[in-house]
């Protein structure tokens, strides 16, 4: 017997076990809106009176289980009375579900975030798929709220009360191997055997997994102390005037049993305090940022399998590395093994970490990335990118045989940081062809990625750059051809008024200092510092065309003297084992930070005037994804606007034309 609803299709086999399948209608992904939340529970009135044998909750879409709540319902919400009716819909739904009488059981493929794993939480059992796409997270605290659902109560049940901190105060995911592993899953199966796997399991009568007695004792009595450990851990990472929300999910879990909805309204954990916290306005508006920026390269069909990269430096080598791990056949070219050889050493570092150690998985990987020091690769390639020294000359001459070399249909880019492509497109027969694509210093943590377009590049090439970008899961910022695009454009005045404050006399560390309060992950010296001191002087002599007559003596001097740096041991800093030595700060001046921060926002807004990006929405994008500028002000032009003050954030246009999914994502 089958049953169709909206969003939901009920099926009851012969036997009296039940599958409720979930499928969202009119979208590609599933999520919790109120319409589909009402249907839900409208299927448990029904059991009520017909119980199933056992229930079994799994998706139609391919596109994974559920990805959370409705974002676009979230950001209509426009007072605390209707923030607390929106939390008190799931939490109530949720709980009727977690007290049906027959088991229930969430089987899990694809992506399992936020409302959608609170939902999960709430069945007896869960089963998860095997598969890559599988992840499961509560990430509501990236979006500067909490998981209302239920989630702060059942996931420290469910796993321990140390495990679920983490998850819930950095939003990280777990894959289907790990959930297994932590007991967040009970089965962890092939797709092959998954339905069989769910049928077995919810008429099983196996008790739900018990806690250890001390992860019991840390979950009771002993939360206060579990909770002090932690919060002092976030305030290591995050102020509480900046981010609130971790250290709501704190106090609601320890004080409240993880529910939101029993914390007074005038308490600095309330939904009344976290709705209404220009953070949690501001960090929904960098969501939708982002799933623009996910948008480009979306209008394109190209599907890169071997990239071909030359250059194996840091840069380079880095790049030719995250590629292969994104399954892409790459090739690194560079004057000899012995220059590749490092590269794919740093290469094996990262798979190793990146696969926990799992010895098969990091030998194919590596097995995908090639040493080819004669460049054969590049007839083979469907993208190319040079990622070597910034001399003008050398790069045209090497784009004049790669083009000779190349497939027709081959993207032809540059890794270049600070020339422009037309002077490097000079050494082709065709200029259309080149495009820039530029990684950003670590290349596997950094999630942007500009994409270059000069006055002659072909769009077609432009979007295939952006395509193979979302390919290996970077953000695509699309960029014009100018003096350091947006990002480098915008950090160089920064980093150069930071270092000119202590041209004046004022100590590194009350510089970084000042700055990380601001909200900034790293303060400018300590950026300098880790970037190299001889960039940051090439980098504004390119982008000024005289480094010497704005640079400070002291910067001058140093590099003259060796001293680069992180990677020398000894810059404005000294460095020991990749950690530099810093001096109590001491008291910060007043307006300190402002002035340093205002050469960042006046370069971000002359970026948008000139056109190097489209409007002041791709501005923020890129200087957020591209810097770590404060995400909690939403932007240095929404900053700038004032909005960071309170008034609702800019609503974001989408790329291509599309609207962005409204998904609540890790």
């Given at each position: 017997m089958?049953?169709?609803?909206?969003?939901w299709?009920l099926?009851?086999e012969?036997d009296?076990?039940a599958w409720l399948w979930?499928?969202?209608?009119g979208?590609g992904?599933?999520?919790?809106?109120?319409e589909?939340?009402?249907?839900f529970?409208?299927?448990?009135?029904?059991?009520e009176?017909?119980?199933?044998?056992g229930?079994?909750?799994?998706?139609?879409k391919?596109?994974?289980?559920?990805?959370?709540a409705?974002?676009e319902?979230?950001?209509?919400v426009?007072?605390?009375?209707?923030a607390?009716?929106?939390?008190?819909?799931?939490?109530?739904?949720?709980?009727r579900l977690?007290?049906?009488?027959?088991?229930?059981?969430a089987?899990?493929r694809?992506?399992?975030?936020?409302?959608?794993?609170?939902?999960?939480l709430?069945?007896?059992?869960?089963v998860?798929?095997?598969?890559?796409?599988?992840?499961l997270?509560?990430?509501?605290?990236?979006l500067?709220?909490?998981p209302g659902?239920g989630g702060?109560?059942?996931?420290?049940?469910?796993?321990?009360?140390?495990?679920a901190l983490?998850?819930?105060?950095?939003g990280k995911?777990v894959?289907?191997?790990r959930?297994?592993?932590?007991?967040?899953?009970d089965?962890?199966?092939?797709p092959?055997?998954?339905?069989?796997?769910?049928?077995?399991l919810?008429?099983?009568?196996?008790?739900?997994?018990?806690l250890?007695?001390?992860?019991?004792?840390?979950?009771?009595?002993?939360?206060?102390?579990?909770?002090?450990?932690a919060?002092?851990q976030?305030?290591t990472?995050?102020r509480?005037e900046?981010?609130?929300?971790?250290y709501?999910i704190?106090?609601?879990?320890a004080r409240?049993g993880?529910?939101?909805l029993?914390?007074?309204?005038?308490?600095?954990?309330?939904?009344?305090?976290?709705?209404?916290?220009?953070?949690a306005r501001n960090?929904?508006r960098v969501?939708?940022?982002?799933?623009?920026l996910?948008?480009?390269?979306?209008?394109?069909d190209?599907v890169p399998r071997?990239?071909?990269?030359?250059?194996?430096g840091?840069?380079g080598?880095?790049?030719?590395?995250v590629?292969?791990?994104r399954?892409?056949?790459?090739?690194?070219?560079?004057q000899g093994?012995?220059r590749?050889?490092?590269?794919?050493a740093?290469a094996?570092?990262?798979?190793e970490?990146k696969?926990r150690?799992?010895?098969?998985?990091v030998r194919?990987?590596?097995?995908r990335?090639v040493?080819?020091?004669?460049g054969?690769?590049?007839?083979?390639a469907?993208?190319?990118?040079?990622?070597?020294f910034e001399?003008l000359?050398?790069?045209?001459g090497?784009f004049a045989?790669l083009?000779?070399?190349?497939?027709?249909?081959?993207?032809?880019?540059?890794?270049t940081?600070?020339?422009?492509l037309?002077?490097?497109?000079?050494?082709?027969a065709?200029?259309s062809?080149?495009?820039g694509?530029?990684?950003f210093?670590?290349?596997?943590m950094?999630?942007?990625?500009?994409?270059?377009r000069?006055?002659?590049?072909?769009?077609?090439?432009?979007?295939r750059a952006?395509?193979f970008?979302?390919?290996?899961?970077?953000?695509?910022?699309?960029?014009a051809?100018a003096?350091?695009?947006l990002?480098?454009?915008?950090?160089g005045p920064?980093?150069l008024e930071?270092?000119?404050?202590?041209?004046?006399?004022?100590?590194?560390?009350?510089v970084d200092?000042?700055m990380?309060?601001?909200?900034?992950?790293?303060?400018?010296v300590e950026?300098?510092?880790?970037?190299?001191l001889?960039?940051a002087?090439a980098?504004?002599?390119?982008?000024?065309?005289a480094?010497?007559?704005?640079?400070?003596?002291?910067?001058?001097?140093?590099?003259?003297?060796?001293?680069l740096?992180?990677?020398?041991?000894q810059?404005y800093?000294?460095?020991?084992?990749?950690?530099?030595?810093?001096?109590a700060?001491?008291?910060?001046?007043?307006g300190?930070?402002?002035?340093?921060?205002?050469p960042?926002?006046?370069?971000?807004?002359?970026?948008v005037?000139?056109?190097v990006?489209a409007d002041?929405?791709l501005?923020?994008?890129?200087?957020?994804?591209?810097?770590g500028f404060?995400?909690?002000?939403g932007?240095?032009?929404?900053?700038q606007?004032g909005?960071v003050a309170g008034?609702a954030?800019?609503?974001?246009?989408?790329?291509?034309?599309?609207?962005?999914a409204?998904?609540q994502e890790?």
């Amino acid at each position: 017997m089958s049953v169709t609803y909206k969003h939901w299709r009920l099926e009851r086999e012969a036997d009296g076990l039940a599958w409720l399948w979930f499928d969202k209608a009119g979208a590609g992904t599933n999520t919790l809106s109120t319409e589909a939340m009402e249907e839900f529970a409208s299927v448990l009135a029904a059991f009520e009176s017909t119980p199933p044998k056992g229930l079994i909750i799994a998706s139609a879409k391919p596109a994974g289980f559920i990805a959370g709540a409705d974002i676009e319902e979230f950001t209509r919400v426009d007072s605390a009375d209707a923030a607390r009716r929106l939390v008190e819909r799931g939490w109530s739904l949720f709980n009727r579900l977690a007290a049906v009488r027959f088991p229930t059981l969430a089987l899990i493929r694809g992506h399992c975030m936020g409302g959608g794993l609170e939902l999960a939480l709430a069945c007896r059992y869960r089963v998860v798929v095997d598969e890559p796409g599988t992840r499961l997270a509560l990430p509501e605290v990236m979006l500067g709220i909490v998981p209302g659902w239920g989630g702060m109560k059942r996931l420290p049940e469910v796993v321990g009360p140390a495990l679920a901190l983490d998850l819930m105060l950095t939003g990280k995911g777990v894959n289907a191997q790990r959930a297994r592993k932590i007991g967040l899953a009970d089965e962890c199966v092939p797709p092959r055997v998954m339905e069989n796997a769910a049928r077995l399991l919810v008429v099983s009568g196996q008790a739900p997994r018990s806690l250890p007695w001390m992860l019991k004792l840390m979950n009771g009595p002993l939360k206060a102390i579990v909770a002090k450990k932690a919060r002092e851990q976030v305030a290591t990472k995050a102020r509480p005037e900046h981010y609130p929300a971790p250290y709501a999910i704190l106090d609601i879990w320890a004080r409240y049993g993880g529910n939101a909805l029993a914390v007074p309204a005038g308490d600095p954990a309330s939904l009344e305090t976290i709705f209404r916290s220009p953070t949690a306005r501001n960090l929904v508006r960098v969501f939708f940022l982002q799933e623009r920026l996910k948008g480009f390269g979306k209008d394109s069909d190209f599907v890169p399998r071997h990239v071909h990269v030359v250059g194996a430096g840091v840069m380079g080598g880095d790049i030719a590395a995250v590629c292969a791990l994104r399954g892409m056949t790459v090739t690194l070219q560079d004057q000899g093994v012995e220059r590749i050889a490092p590269a794919i050493a740093r290469a094996a570092k990262l798979y190793e970490r990146k696969f926990r150690g799992d010895a098969k998985q990091v030998r194919f990987t590596l097995d995908r990335l090639v040493a080819d020091p004669d460049g054969h690769g590049a007839a083979r390639a469907d993208v190319i990118i040079e990622a070597i020294f910034e001399n003008l000359e050398v790069k045209r001459g090497l784009f004049a045989d790669l083009e000779r070399r190349a497939r027709p249909d081959a993207v032809l880019a540059t890794n270049t940081s600070s020339l422009r492509l037309e002077d490097i497109a000079q050494g082709l027969a065709d200029p259309s062809r080149l495009v820039g694509i530029h990684f950003f210093n670590p290349v596997a943590m950094m999630p942007l990625v500009e994409v270059v377009r000069g006055a002659a590049s072909d769009e077609e090439a432009v979007r295939r750059a952006a395509a193979f970008v979302r390919r290996i899961d970077k953000l695509p910022l699309p960029v014009a051809s100018a003096p350091g695009f947006l990002v480098n454009a915008v950090l160089g005045p920064y980093m150069l008024e930071a270092l000119r404050c202590v041209e004046e006399g004022i100590a590194p560390e009350v510089v970084d200092a000042a700055m990380l309060a601001f909200g900034m992950p790293m303060g400018p010296v300590e950026l300098v510092d880790t970037v190299g001191l001889d960039i940051a002087v090439a980098a504004g002599k390119a982008l000024t065309g005289a480094a010497e007559a704005s640079a400070p003596a002291r910067l001058l001097s140093l590099v003259a003297a060796g001293h680069l740096g992180k990677k020398s041991g000894q810059g404005y800093y000294a460095w020991d084992n990749g950690k530099p030595r810093k001096a109590a700060a001491g008291p910060v001046p007043e307006g300190l930070a402002a002035r340093i921060v205002a050469p960042l926002l006046n370069a971000t807004r002359r970026c948008v005037e000139q056109g190097v990006v489209a409007d002041a929405d791709l501005a923020d994008a890129g200087v957020i994804f591209g810097t770590g500028f404060a995400p909690f002000t939403g932007g240095p032009m929404n900053y700038q606007s004032g909005m960071v003050a309170g008034s609702a954030p800019r609503r974001v246009a989408a790329a291509s034309g599309e609207r962005p999914a409204h998904t609540q994502e890790a």
